[in-house]
């Protein structure tokens, strides 16, 4: 058993973290202050290939793994939430289902300007009343000709607005005991297709989240991805390899924040001496190390389970609910260390925290991975 990363994943970390340290961290705070979609650095990092890091050369990606995808949303995160959520819905949502279950063609006209960075992607699944419970869909769709006429509506979607393409599920049979729910390309330019509310947030100010709405939306018939109906089981594979990309996200703002909070335990005098010399500040620092180390191992496993071809759905979903309650205390115990200076925008560790919180919810909240482990484990379908 081997722990090392090869030496082409230790590039990749050196290749993405010299592109966070000297473009991102330098405007984070900027970013995240204005709001302002970050056009430019999603452009730089579609040029050094971040955009389409584990799909082959063959269809417009980077040629890498999964395990080299994690590791890039990592140290995206390490220096701006937004810019790994961004990045993380674009390949994971995006990119994937066209990946998995995509034609020739529609790889060759959809997939390949994805991951090559030329266009953005995201991904419609979640309604007002289809969060968690996503059979309640809403949003349907019928043929009708060579087309197919989508009427409905998408909530909390990250990339709204600036995506140029949309994988987006909708009710194709309501009369079908499973709903029959179905996948479809969306343009941003379709017509009948609109974006409604943008949403402001805790934090992750500077990614997009927002509303689709589909209002008599006609599409191509050849835009349904995958088999009529079978749009329930692409989104659960969708959703697995999605987990591998918000457990990294965590880690990266985790990572974030104890070096944050290593760095001030050193500087940062009290009754004359370094706080980190104080064992109730030093365990802290302990803690935070050993939980990061912890939720490393499992998000690089799964992702190495993906890789190898094995099934991964329980270890995604641990990886995913391990590290993302690892980055909500960590981020927290971060503020704690900086006392007061924590609590103010000037020292970051704030902002860590209020990203922190999303990777707890998106792609399924920690209450729904554990449904997921337990029914895995237990072979019974637990509620």
Not at 120 to 144: F, I, K, Q, V
Not at 226 to 252: N, Q, S, V, Y
Request: hydrophobic residues 40%; glycine residues 10%; aromatic residues 8%.
């Amino acid at each position: 058993m081997d722990f090392g990363l090869s030496p082409q994943h230790e590039e990749i970390r050196r290749t993405v973290r010299t592109f966070a340290e000297r473009e991102i961290m330098p405007v984070a705070d900027e970013m995240e202050r204005s709001g302002e979609f970050p056009h430019d650095l999603v452009r730089r990092a579609a040029e050094l290939g971040l955009l389409g890091v584990p799909y082959p050369e063959e269809v417009g990606g980077t040629g890498l793994d999964s395990l080299a995808y994690a590791i890039t949303i990592e140290e995206l995160s390490r220096a701006s939430g937004s810019m790994g959520i961004i990045v993380s819905a674009h390949t994971s949502l995006g990119c994937n289902p066209l990946y998995l279950a995509g034609t020739d063609e529609q790889k060759e006209h959809f997939l390949r300007p994805l991951a090559s960075g030329a266009r953005l992607g995201a991904y419609g699944l979640t309604e007002a009343e289809a969060g968690s419970d996503s059979r309640g869909t809403r949003t349907h769709a019928r043929r009708e000709g060579d087309e197919w006429i989508l009427n409905g509506s998408k909530r909390f979607i990250t990339n709204a607005g600036v995506a140029g393409v949309y994988i987006v599920t909708a009710v194709t049979d309501r009369d079908a005991e499973s709903g029959h729910i179905s996948a479809f390309i969306v343009e941003a330019d379709a017509p009948g297709f609109s974006i409604g509310r943008m949403e402001e947030k805790m934090g992750l100010h500077a990614s997009r989240t927002g509303e689709l709405l589909f209002d008599d939306c006609r599409i191509p018939a050849a835009n349904l991805l995958g088999a009529e109906g079978e749009g329930d089981r692409l989104f659960l594979k969708t959703l697995d390899g999605g987990r591998i990309g918000i457990g990294a996200m965590a880690l990266g703002l985790a990572q974030a924040a104890y070096e944050a909070a290593s760095a001030y335990a050193k500087e940062r005098q009290q009754f004359g001496r370094p706080i980190a010399s104080f064992q109730g500040v030093a365990f802290m620092i302990a803690d935070m190390a050993t939980q990061i180390d912890a939720a490393r191992l499992l998000v690089y496993r799964a992702a190495w389970l993906k890789d190898q071809g094995q099934p991964y759905t329980t270890e995604a979903a641990m990886a995913k609910l391990f590290a993302s309650e690892v980055a909500r205390q960590v981020t927290n115990d971060a503020i704690q260390v900086h006392g007061g200076y924590g609590y103010i925008t000037e020292y970051h560790v704030e902002r860590y925290l209020r990203d922190a919180k999303l990777t707890e919810i998106g792609e399924g909240t920690s209450q729904i991975q554990r449904l997921v482990i337990a029914r895995n484990l237990l072979g019974i379908r637990a509620m």
